[in-house]
């Protein structure tokens, strides 16, 4: 009894206290004077204005807080809501205005707040840190936002960051200096080769470690936040190459760079001591002191390398220098490095008297005969003298009688006997020999005098271009050797022949060698061939053609052969003609019968003419071939074969129609038919369809030729019978298409029965297709026709992994990675774990989501058993991947070959593709090399391939140093020294040279710089033999004896470097030859030249005698006006009188001579060339000649006024070719004929040397004559005024126009026009001396507004410009038309149309200040400007009345009302204003253009807002049983979840925890199976509450792709409480996108609106109801948000 109690009590309160907050709304009594009574008599209570319950029949109406329940309670732009009371609140603007009672049913406006909507919350609070709560080292930014702006840390002070409300200036940060090298760890610097330091507020320095430096230019100071500094910045110091050598400035210490701030040093070559290894950059520890000198001079070779009497002298520091013995000559080597010995004996020659020489005669030929004596003898090709034992201190050799042999006196004429070759001397030993006439006429030179080198090649006359003989073709010409040959006429004539005719001469001419005409010889001149016709072609040529029926010729057939034949003849075929050979009978048969004859006749099978003997030129044949039809003969075919005539002389024989049987083709008339009749069998009629080819129709063979059709399987008709075979008449009009699916029971039985299955009758007929119904799946769907039924199925309910939501593993209970798969049978889902790791397998219905996991990673090499996580490859290590699914697989240290890989757990093909892991070469570490052994010189590297990660160091052949020493592939440890072995002596083992070269006399040996290299050679003088060796080898091989140095690089100028005309003579010593210049040249002289040298340096040049006697006439014995040249013979000139100069006649003399007598005088050509004058300008008329004073040249020129280019000439020539012509003065003075007076003109005159100087025409000014020479016109020209040249007037220069102007031009024109204002005459130019007769018409007064066309045109082209007041003389105005502006009233001359300035639509929507006021002020109006100009149009907001008027800019009478338009009544009643989805109801939204769509009271499913013009409402609502969505969803661990209603639950975190990753409300409200992200700890974690934003906003953004792959171009902006994503997306209606995007703000507990800017690009804003709005947690996470999208 007590819950009856319980009411009771609950219904006498109600009537005792009544509710004073609420009224009875029953639609049968007055609810203003009925109050609620909690159900007894009221079934509806409604509480009053302000006032709000949760239950339709309670008494509870409780005050309404309007700020938590209403939608942007304070509109857009005000910063806080209050509520105050009963139905009010109170509205904070941001500029801190607050407006006051506010009824909760009233809208709040922006306009309330005045123009000054948001402030500048910096600037409001101080700026700088004043506005960040005073913390030091902040900044403050004002937001984009209202009434908002970011705090943060200055530069260098961390990364704290805010955002603060402008009403407030709280902020708990702390700023402090931040060090930058922490902040960015090991890469502060860019690496391990630099060192960071802070170095205060924001900066941090970068110092290279030591050992290294600073790529130049690279900066080393960085603020806290870049990154900067270059990994590569620190370069390797090269401590060796620097300045002092890397060793402490020891002379001569070899350093080696190890490393990084590592080098070795070792002493120097000659010293030995202790190296030094890994010596810091920045240290100098090798101590050079305890390097000892090895004192050179003291080694058994006596320091110079064995050479007796050479002397040795230490240096000091490990050097020494060897001088020449006494009594020689020769450089001293300096510095010779104490462990060196290569001084050698051939650098040393005897001091002598020869070096002295034979007084000064350098051709002279000097021997050392002795002690302090020598010979001097004269030069090859002069006369015997010889005078000997020469003191060395005297030189008093006679050389005069050294007389030259002139070899060209003797018998043979000095060129070998030539005839006719010309010989010359050249000076001692030397001539020259020019071939004679007949022979290739080369010059021999420098020929020896006791040499007859003389070759003279004879010119084949014959064989030049000519013939021969003087061009007569095909003459015979025949040499006869020098300058001689014979020519006889050609073959095929007869003729008289001319012998001996010298090669210059050319007397055969051919004029009596006649032709022989073959073809008038006794057989024809064809060889008798009968009928041949033969035809002479000229001189020894002849063709002969063959006889009439035959084809064939032979040309060019010589006078003297006979070769012409039958052979050369080929029968003609006289059937191969056009026509056919029978007259074009093309039945007739022709056959060649022989030469010239043929005959034509008819075929087999045909009747006519047959004509022999027909000749080959005719074509008579007039028969006609008939055929003969066989087949009309009884018995041409077997039985009832049919005969078919196909041709003459054939037929065929066929079956007849309606059988089938083989064909006997191209019978010949008078043969047989072979096949019988009884081989002819019934066709088969129904063959190939046989029924017209309707698909299915069905065919019956009823006998020979004929067959019945009837209708096919599906289908009903009546059959077509009697259709013969040869007919296709069956078209199956007929056959009525039967319905498949009605078949087998119809329904699923017309698809085997199968469950979930559904039928389609096909477009074709006896055809239907089954396949699954929707929303099953499981068989694709198949064909059948009428009489099959084999659709198996199955058709399963599609199990879908998508129920839970797009959040990775959701499906499976949040499991990590675990993956989802539908098992595709109905209400059914598989969860397992994903490849790589393990773990259960759950089958899960729909509703159930607990699959337990845990998925664990397994450790992949682990796997795969003996044959290992790698593939098998030997020497390969298997390392986790740190991936789930993951594992890398490399070659072991030691082991390369293959590159490292990584691979999921189930794929083990490492090295699948080849190679291996090979032992790697230790040896090619460290740089390889010497590096492979701690860099130590002359060590060497082996690897021991046998056993992995092993090498071996040790000295090379060659050195000495320590045992070998074992490294493993990462150590280098070798120390060393390895010494080298000098191997000429190898510490005692040879005791000479001669040792050492394998005992070879007169050798001598020498180390070599490489190490273990040795080299032997000869001694100087004793040839050049040498071979290289190991310090280990002693194998020179050679016979070292003494040499003649002239001999040894060839013979002549060969030994003396080649240089011409140079000459050798062998030393009286060995290794000794002196080179000198040849009889006749002079140059160097170099004495003791060694064996090994060849470096004679000449040149020897022929001894120019004109100046040995001094310059100019010195050379001619001092006679005036003489020159001397040098002649090409040696020691020989020229004296000769100078040119210009006449007299003494030239001479000749030898070099020494000097006897030139006589007198040269000038020679006057001018006076005495002819009779003077002309004569010595060549006769030319009217010529001067010039110059008789000067030498040796003279001028010939025209004489005045004609004109001809002057030319010089030499006394001895006289070939002007020159005409002198009148000159043209103006031409020949060009541009400057008139002395350059601007405006000044040059007219040649009539007479010679004459012209004139005037000015042009519209010029005035002197006129003057001028000779042609001259050009000193002084005048000067002035522009005459042509417009006053006609009268006074005016117009008299215009034909006397009213309001005509003239205008004078510059030069010889004047120009006549209408005058500015008046137009009717074209301008006319004129020039100054015409009349204006040509200017006529009228000049009258025109419309300025009708410049070029009018209309804009007369307004300077501007768009939207008017022209007015155009009538005007010369004025008229332009100003923008009506609705624009930017021009008013501007005037312009009718000659100006120059207007600046543009005329721009008037926005129309700006009248009255804009906005509303623009329409009448009518609430919720909007105004856009119109697409033509003066208009505009006011409608309604989006979702009020859809109403719109078009305005002129001056109008404002807007009258409409807009009203919130009911979204639910938009589309119909019930069900049809939500997509038309059973049991759903409409609810009309508090916002404007909104409502929402969700399952009736007892259903779930569907929950959505759509804005009014939309309805696609996706999902369905099915019946919800006792279950509550909090019991069977939740909110998570954390989560404080409330049912709402049947389908609906709202779930929120405790007071300390957020939602993450948003929506930013204290609650969600959250459909059915709508998954809850879970609470955390956001406001102590900014940085999380980005990352979940981020994330949020990348599932957004993934969302959209998967739904629309083409979207694009995502930017994401925050607007306060909202965000702003745009994209691209082609292709897609607005509405489709819509849907997409508001599906995902629901989620996200936002409201959406979509709009289009153009060009497929979409906005989209998300709009959140903010319950806190003074709370940290929205401001900073928005803030955050605009921060992330920044860097997005």
């Known amino acids: 009894k007590e819950p009856m109690l319980l009411f009771y009590l609950f219904i006498c309160c109600s009537l005792l206290f009544g509710n004073t907050h609420a009224y009875c709304g029953d639609g049968n009594i007055n609810p203003e004077d009925e109050e609620c009574d909690g159900g007894l008599h009221c079934t509806s209570c409604v509480c009053d204005a302000g006032y709000s319950s949760t239950e339709p029949r309670s008494v509870n109406c409780e005050d309404t807080n309007i700020c938590v329940t209403k939608q942007r309670p304070c509109g857009n732009s005000a910063i806080q809501c209050l509520d105050t009371g009963v139905n009010t609140r109170s509205c904070t603007c941001p500029n801190s205005t607050v407006i006051s009672d506010i009824k909760d049913n009233e809208e709040f406006d922006a306009e309330n707040c005045g123009s000054n909507v948001d402030v500048d919350g910096c600037e409001f609070f101080g700026g700088g840190s004043a506005a960040c709560g005073g913390v030091e080292y902040s900044q403050c930014t ?883 033999a040498n071979g290289t060796f190991a310090d280990d080898e002693n194998a020179f091989v050679a016979t070292c004896e003494e040499t003649d140095g002239c001999l040894l690089y060839g013979e002549g100028i060969l030994s003396c470097n080649n240089v011409s005309n140079s000459v050798c003579s062998e030393g009286n010593k060995t290794d000794y030859r002196t080179c000198s210049c040849d009889v006749g040249y002079e140059g160097p002289a170099l004495h003791g030249i060694t064996d090994a040298e060849n470096n004679y340096p000449g040149p020897c040049t022929d001894v120019k005698a004109c100046t040995a006697f001094g310059s100019g006439i010195a050379a001619c014995n001092n006679v005036s006006n003489s020159v001397c040249t040098d002649d090409d013979d040696i020691n020989s000139r020229t004296c000769s009188c100078a040119p210009g100069y006449e007299g003494a006649e030239p001479a000749k003399f030898n070099d020494t001579q000097n006897s030139f007598t006589g007198v040269c005088v000038d020679s006057k050509p001018c006076s005495t060339i002819g009779n003077g004058g002309e004569d010595a300008c060549n006769k030319v008329e009217h010529s001067v000649c010039s110059g008789d004073d000067a030498t040796n040249d003279r001028v010939c020129s025209c004489s005045l006024g004609y004109f001809a280019p002057e030319a010089h000439f030499t006394d001895d020539k006289n070939d002007w070719n020159a005409t002198c012509v009148d000159l043209d003065g103006c031409e020949y003075w060009g541009s400057t004929a008139c002395n350059r007076v601007p405006n000044a003109v040059c007219t040649n005159g009539d007479e010679w040397n004459n012209r004139t100087c005037s000015c042009d025409i519209g010029f005035v000014g002197k006129t003057a004559y001028f000779a042609d020479a001259d050009n000193n016109y002084d005048g000067t020209c002035e522009d005459i005024d042509g417009c006053t040249l006609f009268g006074e007037g005016a117009t008299d220069a215009c034909n006397k126009i009213e309001n005509s102007v003239c205008t004078n031009n510059p030069g010889n024109t004047r120009t006549c026009a209408c005058e500015a204002g008046y137009s009717g005459i074209t301008t006319v130019d004129f020039k100054d001396d015409e009349d204006g007769t040509a200017f006529v018409g009228s000049c009258a007064d025109f419309d300025g507004c009708t410049i070029g066309g009018g209309g804009i045109a007369a307004c300077g082209n501007i768009p939207n410009t008017v022209c007015t007041g155009g009538e005007r003389l010369n004025l008229r105005n332009c100003s923008c038309a009506y609705g624009y502006q930017g021009i008013e009233g501007i005037e312009l001359a009718d000659d100006d149309n120059v207007l600046e300035g543009t005329c721009e639509d008037f926005d129309g929507c700006s009248i009255g200040g804009g906005g509303v006021a623009a329409c009448n002020n009518v609430h919720h109006s909007v105004c856009s400007n119109g697409d033509a100009y003066d208009s505009r149009i006011c409608s309604c907001e989006v979702g009020y009345t859809k109403i719109e008027k078009v305005f002129k800019d001056t109008e404002n009478d807007f009258d409409v009302e807009c009203l919130d338009i009911d979204g639910c009544s938009i589309f119909g009643e019930g069900t049809l204003s939500c997509g038309s989805v059973s049991d759903t109801v409409c609810t009309n939204g508090e916002a404007i253009n909104s409502r929402t769509c969700s399952c009736a009271p007892g259903f779930t499913g569907v929950f959505v807002n759509l804005a009014d013009n939309q309805n696609t409402v996706t999902g369905t609502c099915r019946p919800l049983g006792d279950e509550t969505m909090c019991s069977l969803y939740g909110c998570g661990e954390e989560g404080i979840c409330k049912d709402v209603s049947i389908s609906q639950r709202t779930c929120s975190c405790p007071d300390t925890l957020s939602i993450i990753g948003g929506p930013f409300y204290s609650a969600l409200l959250l459909e059915d199976t709508t998954k809850f992200p879970g609470c955390v700890a956001l406001r102590d974690d900014p940085a999380s509450i980005a990352r979940h934003v981020q994330e949020n906003i990348q599932n957004v953004q993934a969302r959209l792709r998967r739904e629309f792959p083409l979207i694009s171009g995502f930017s994401v902006n925050n607007l306060g409480t909202s965000l702003v994503i745009t994209f691209n997306l082609p292709g897609e209606s607005e509405d489709s996108i819509y849907n997409a995007l508001v599906a995902i703000a629901n989620e996200w507990g936002a409201s959406g609106e979509i709009t289009s800017v153009g060009n497929d690009r979409y906005e989209f804003e998300m709009s959140w109801d903010v319950i806190d709005s003074s709370s940290f947690i929205v401001p900073s996470l928005f803030a955050l948000i605009a921060i992330w999208a920044q860097q997005l």
Request: aromatic share 4%; charged share 20%.
């Open 142 to 1024: 004002d937001g984009d936002w209202d009434n908002m702006r970011l705090c943060s840390c200055l530069p260098g002070y961390g990364s704290a960051v805010d955002v603060l409300n402008d009403t407030t200036n709280t902020w708990d940060a702390t700023c402090e200096d931040v060090d930058g090298c922490d902040l960015h760890g090991l890469y502060a610097c860019g690496g391990a080769d630099a060192t960071c330091e802070d170095n205060g507020v924001n900066s941090r320095n970068c110092t290279c470690i030591p050992g290294t430096i600073l790529t130049p230019g690279t900066p080393v100071t960085y603020t806290d936040m870049e990154s900067g500094f270059p990994s590569d910045a620190c370069q390797d110091f090269k401590r060796c190459e620097q300045e002092d050598g890397g060793c402490g400035g020891v002379p001569g210490a070899i350093c080696v760079d190890t490393g990084i701030n590592k080098r070795a040093c070792y002493c120097p070559t000659g010293t030995s001591g202790p190296p030094k290894f890994d010596i810091p950059d920045d240290q100098d520890t090798f101590d050079g002191s305890k390097c000892g000198v090895n004192t050179g001079c003291s080694i058994p070779s006596g320091g110079c390398n064995n050479v007796e009497g050479a002397v040795c002298l230490d240096t000091g520091e490990g050097l020494r220098s060897c001088s020449c013995p006494v009594g020689t000559i020769g450089p001293t080597v300096e510095n010779i490095p104490d462990g060196e010995d290569y001084f050698n004996l051939i650098n040393c020659r005897p001091i002598t008297g020869c070096v002295i020489g034979c007084n000064g005669f350098k051709e002279a030929i000097c021997n050392d005969t002795g002690p302090g004596l020598r010979s001097c003898s004269c030069p090859v090709g002069s006369s015997y003298y010889i005078q000997e034992n020469i003191p060395d201190n005297e030189d008093d050799f006679d050389q005069y009688k050294c007389e030259d042999i002139k070899r060209c006196n003797h018998e043979d004429g000095g060129c070998g006997g030539i005839e006719g070759a010309v010989c010359e001397d050249e000076g001692y030993n030397n001539r020259t020999c020019t071939c004679p006439v007949g022979t290739d006429g080369v010059s021999i030179t420098d020929i020896p005098d006791h040499q007859d080198q003389v070759e003279c090649v004879d010119i084949k006359r014959c064989e030049e271009e000519d013939g021969g003989c003087g061009g007569v073709k095909d003459a015979i010409c025949e040499d006869e050797g020098y300058n001689k040959r014979n020519c006889s006429c050609p073959l095929g004539t007869t003729g008289s022949s001319l012998s001996g005719i010298p090669d210059d001469e050319d007397p055969f001419t051919g004029k009596d060698c006649t032709d022989i005409n073959r073809c008038e010889q006794g057989d024809g001149g064809c060889g008798g061939v009968e009928g041949a016709t033969c035809e002479d072609d000229g001189v020894d040529s002849r063709t002969c053609t063959c006889p009439p029926g035959t084809t064939g010729h032979r040309d060019g057939i010589h006078d003297e052969e006979d070769t012409f034949s039958w052979a050369d003849c080929d029968d003609n075929n006289g059937c191969d003609i056009e026509g056919g050979g029978c007259n074009g009978n093309t039945g007739a048969i022709c056959n060649d019968t022989g030469v010239n004859t043929r005959t034509c006749y008819c075929p087999v099978g045909t009747a006519g003419l047959t004509k022999e003997d027909i000749p080959d030129g005719q074509d008579t044949y007039t028969g006609t071939c008939i055929d003969i039809d066989i087949c009309q003969q009884e018995g041409a075919c077997n039985g009832d074969r049919v005969c078919t005539d196909t041709g003459i002389n054939a037929r065929t024989c066929s079956c007849p129609v309606g059988t089938t049987g083989p064909e006997a083709k191209n019978i010949t008339d008078d043969g047989e038919d072979t096949i019988d009749e009884s081989e002819c069998i019934d066709n088969d009629g129904c063959a190939g369809g046989g029924c017209g080819g309707i698909d299915g129709a069905i065919c019956t063979d009823t006998g020979v030729n004929n067959r019945t059709c009837s209708c096919p399987v599906g289908t009903e008709g009546e059959p077509v019978v009697g259709i013969a075979d040869d007919e296709d008449t069956f078209d199956g009009k007929q056959c009525v298409d039967v319905d498949g699916c009605s078949k087998f029971g119809g329904g699923i039985g017309a698809c085997r029965g199968v469950e979930n299955s559904v039928c389609s009758n096909g477009d074709q007929r006896n055809f239907r297709t089954c396949s699954c119904a929707v929303g099953y799946a499981g068989s694709e769907p198949a064909n059948f026709t009428d009489d099959k039924n084999d659709f198996h199925g199955p058709c399963l309910d599609v199990g879908s992994c998508s129920l839970f939501g797009i959040q990775e593993f959701a499906a499976c209970n949040g499991v990590q990675n675990s993956v989802c798969s539908d098992d595709h049978v109905a209400n059914s889902r598989t969860c397992s774990c994903a490849p790589g790791t393990t773990g259960p397998n759950m089958t899960l219905t729909d509703d159930v989501n607990n699959f337990t996991g845990p998925c664990v990673d397994v450790d992949g090499c682990t796997l795969f058993g003996e044959v290992g996580p790698c593939g098998g490859v030997a020497n390969a290590v298997c390392t986790s991947g740190g991936d789930l699914d993951s594992r890398i697989c490399s070659c072991a240290t030691g082991y390369a070959g293959l590159n490292m890989a990584a691979f999921s757990d189930d794929d083990n093909s490492f090295g699948a593709g080849g190679g291996t892991c090979e032992n790697v070469d230790g040896c090619t570490l460290f740089n390889g090399g010497v590096g492979a052994c701690h860099g130590v010189l002359n060590s060497v590297c082996t690897d021991d391939y046998l056993v992995p990660n092993l090498r071996t160091c040790s000295c090379a052949k060659g050195s000495v140093g320590p045992a070998p020493v074992n490294l493993t592939d990462s150590e280098n440890e070798f120390n060393g020294p390895c010494i080298d072995i000098k191997g000429c002596r190898q510490d005692g083992k040879f005791a000479n040279d001669q040792e050492a070269c394998n005992g070879v006399a007169n050798s001598v040996c020498s180390d070599d710089d490489e190490l273990d290299s040795r080299t032997c050679s000869c001694l100087p003088g004793y040839g050049l």
